[in-house]
């Protein structure tokens, strides 16, 4: 499987994908690489998807739809392109979901790039149970508006087992590196192992009917590389949760700031630990906290009977 002869003929197909590996085996800048080198070859295609898409909904409710000419978005700030100064947009971790009438969400254009940083993380402080029905939603229909979410983890068995199940590839890092050569600098690179998951899950399935796999000769881990020219670890921010460590300071009366990309003022870091947190969320919380059919919604008692129906 080589990434580079795949991305020069199309974009990084629309659909869920987890990289994973061991810390500093390269998962941030593997994902920096994709999205950079995405944006320099299809950004145009991404643009055009999206601006159709607003073009029809004009045309039917006449209500214009602002589609910018970047729809890249990650946890991390990325830089795009230097040159020109064009960053990756952010994305609300917490508004993150498919369009819906009870939570407000962050809707992405047709033919978005999303990037999700350590959602490993993340798993272990909200409940995706809830997060929902409406995030398993958009990683279930994310295809159909063209949409690219990649996120890394170092444990995939921490995600909810039906998120788990719509990732349709996993990227497992083996090894990263780059060289450099007096003034010049030689390709980046990564070594992986390409995991087809949803494939996967389906031949398991087969095999539960009786189906001897083994005939059909189907190649289920691929030895994968990726190369892109020059440096990228400085087009990302590898020291993300850094604010984690500047929260409260201000009551101590010392500041010790290194200086990172980043909002590091005392609302910034604020602002920061409340997006991204380290413990449940209240509403997390008061979901758990719901035993009985009574304290249900409408919604969640509909979705109780479907389970029960399916399990028979």
Request: proline share 3%; net charge positive.
């Amino acid at each position: 499987m080589n990434l580079n002869a795949i991305l020069k003929k199309a974009p990084f197909s629309p659909g869920l994908y987890a990289i994973n590996g061991c810390q500093g085996a390269g998962k941030t800048s593997f994902a920096t690489a994709i999205l950079r080198t995405d944006y320099k070859r299809w950004r145009k295609w991404r643009y055009e998807q999206g601006k159709n898409l607003a073009m029809r909904y004009f045309e039917g409710t006449g209500i214009k739809l602002n589609v910018d000419k970047t729809l890249y978005f990650s946890s991390p700030s990325m830089v795009l392109d230097k040159r020109r100064g064009i960053k990756t947009w952010f994305i609300d971790l917490e508004r993150l979901g498919l369009p819906n009438d009870e939570n407000d969400v962050q809707y992405l254009p047709r033919g978005s790039m999303v990037f999700l940083h350590e959602v490993d993380v993340l798993a272990y402080c909200r409940n995706w149970q809830s997060l929902d029905h409406y995030l398993r939603l958009l990683a279930k229909y994310c295809r159909h508006n063209l949409i690219t979410i990649i996120f890394d983890l170092q444990v995939g068995g921490d995600l909810d087992k039906a998120l788990r199940s719509l990732v349709i590839d996993r990227y497992f890092m083996l090894d990263s590196g780059v060289k450099r050569f007096l003034l010049f600098w030689k390709r980046q690179r990564w070594e992986f192992l390409c995991i087809h998951n949803q494939l996967a899950n389906a031949l398991k399935e087969l095999a539960s009917f009786g189906f001897d796999i083994k005939e059909l000769k189907v190649k289920l881990v691929e030895r994968g590389k990726f190369r892109v020219w020059g440096d990228v670890f400085d087009y990302y921010n590898s020291f993300s949760g850094v604010p984690y460590f500047l929260y409260g300071i201000d009551k101590r009366g010392y500041e010790y700031i290194k200086q990172e990309e980043g909002d590091l003022t005392l609302e910034g870091i604020q602002r920061y630990c409340k997006q991204h947190p380290l413990a449940k969320t209240e509403k997390a919380e008061k979901v758990q906290e719901k035993q009985s059919p009574a304290e249900m919604s409408e919604q969640e008692k509909m979705e109780l009977v479907r389970k029960l129906l399916a399990r028979g």
